[in-house]
């Protein structure tokens, strides 16, 4: 059996697994970072639809704008939550397989250490192979060399043993430490989509409650306001123009509102060839023309 | 009162309505669109660590590789899940709000054609003024243009009347859809966090149920491996070299392990100025040579 033959396939064997390890480490690292940033850019673009529905929810109807409100405030919470995952996935995922890259140092230094003795033993063997080649009889010089292969034999065993005892814990802690951080991966994902839930379902409850008539009510209502204190409700069967109805009116009382036109066109100096637009400002009343582009 | 300033109006806060609801709802669907997109780019980086996960498990110990694999799976059952949220974002969400385009172009067309009729009534209207103005006393012609205005007026009361019905269908449409899109918004996301829990919640007893102490075993016996049939256990109390261990052997037996050396030098000219690496790789002993890089 040669010993220092067996030291090299056990220093390669530890080398692969230390090389493995280093490499699945660093993908899954930056695999889980990359994750981690799109989940934050997703955090992101729904913080924008948040703005969005409550700038929309501002230009509503109450009933909407407060239903819409509540929608954008749970979608809020959501994110809160979402934030609070990507920070742990950071801190309790990506963090600690970044440590991995200090760890799999270290024991790469113990490994070279491992060979720089291991080959020093090579050495001593081969001088006192040499020796015995060359000078059988000389056995001062012989016995000289065989301490050396001696004390180089021990050191080489002693640092084995730590290699060993190095690799041992390495391979003991990549484990636990990977499932750690699995568990961990899981367990954070797992209260993000259990609140998600939780808060979806609430935003359920109000959408659902949601009274669209009340909100028509108040749209029909804003229609009617520019026709006063009128029935605004439009024409459904009345086929003549003598109804009672207000456009009615116009074919009635063609002259008083023609008397009233003028006292307006007057101000304006009467100009039939007015553009559109300028029209409607020469009758501005103030009521609406806000909301005129 | 006058019917044809009322219309005006009326239509300004019929386009202010429409114009609102184009602007709101062509924001929302980009933005939604592109929470989406988001939530497509986090789906794909989580195939990718899925992929990595299972390269990763082939490479371990049977029951570290079992765990992991299983663990990859339930990822990519959550992904299966992302992916069916996104289709149904964008079948149940993203599309309604891209057909409003649709529907908005043809309330403002409308709106436009209800612009022109108001404007041929303005026009009749003031044709008939100037004619009371210019020639009182033309009774065939003033009442020609009677005739003209009050024809007008019947269109544009007419169209008064389509265009509030119009109105009046859109903005309950609005409602209507806007609740329809946001429930099935919440629905889909509610869905999707309800099944990603479930799934994380099995991955988690997976993890949980790892045993880390079996793959060390089979770590060990790797390492051991390479010792063929003898304790590879590392020396721990043992101080001197003349334990029954292993390594302890080369110092007893320099001389016969120095003998099989010789042999192996003899073939490679014994050249004792060679390099760590052909040194190593004149002792191939094939065992273990695929894993040296």
């Known amino acids: 059996m040669n010993l220092v033959l067996t030291r090299d396939s056990q220093v390669r064997v ?77 801190t309790k995922v990506v963090n600690p397989l970044k440590l991995y890259g200090v760890q799999i140092k270290q024991t790469k230094a113990e490994i070279k250490k491992f060979k720089r003795i291991r080959n020093n033993e090579i050495k001593q063997l081969e001088k006192l192979e040499r020796l015995r080649q060359k000078s059988p009889s000389d056995r001062q010089m012989i016995s000289q060399a065989e301490s050396s292969v001696q004390r180089a034999s021990v050191d080489a065993s002693r640092t084995t043993q730590q290699l060993e005892e190095t690799i041992d814990a390495f391979q003991k802690q990549k484990l636990q430490d990977l499932q750690r951080i699995f568990v961990d991966f899981v367990t954070i994902e797992m209260i993000f ?48 123009i ?42 501005g009343r103030g009521q609406g023309q806000g909301l005129h582009k």
């Open 193 to 240: 989509h259990a609140k998600a839930v939780e808060v979806y379902s609430s935003a359920f409850q109000t959408l659902d409650s949601y009274d669209l008539e009340r909100d028509l009510e108040d749209f029909r209502a804003k229609m009617r306001g520019v026709y006063g204190q009128c029935d605004p409700r439009p024409l459904t069967t009345t086929t003549t």
């Open 14 to 90: 530890m080398e692969a697994a230390v090389t493995s390890a280093e490499k699945s480490f660093g993908q899954l690292c930056s695999l889980l970072a990359a994750y981690t940033r799109k989940t934050a850019r997703l955090r992101d673009k729904a913080d924008q639809l948040v703005k969005q529905l409550i700038n929309f929810a501002n230009a509503e109807n109450p009933e909407l704008r407060a239903t819409v409100r509540d929608f954008a405030e749970d979608l809020a919470k959501v994110q809160d939550y979402r934030q609070a995952e990507v920070e742990r996935l950071e």
């Open 242 to 283: 003598t109804s009672s109805l207000p456009w009615a009116v116009i074919s009635q009382s063609t002259e008083s509102t023609m008397q009233s036109r003028k006292k307006d066109a007057e101000d304006s100096e009467g100009d039939d060839s007015v553009e559109e637009d300028e029209v409607e400002d020469l009758r």
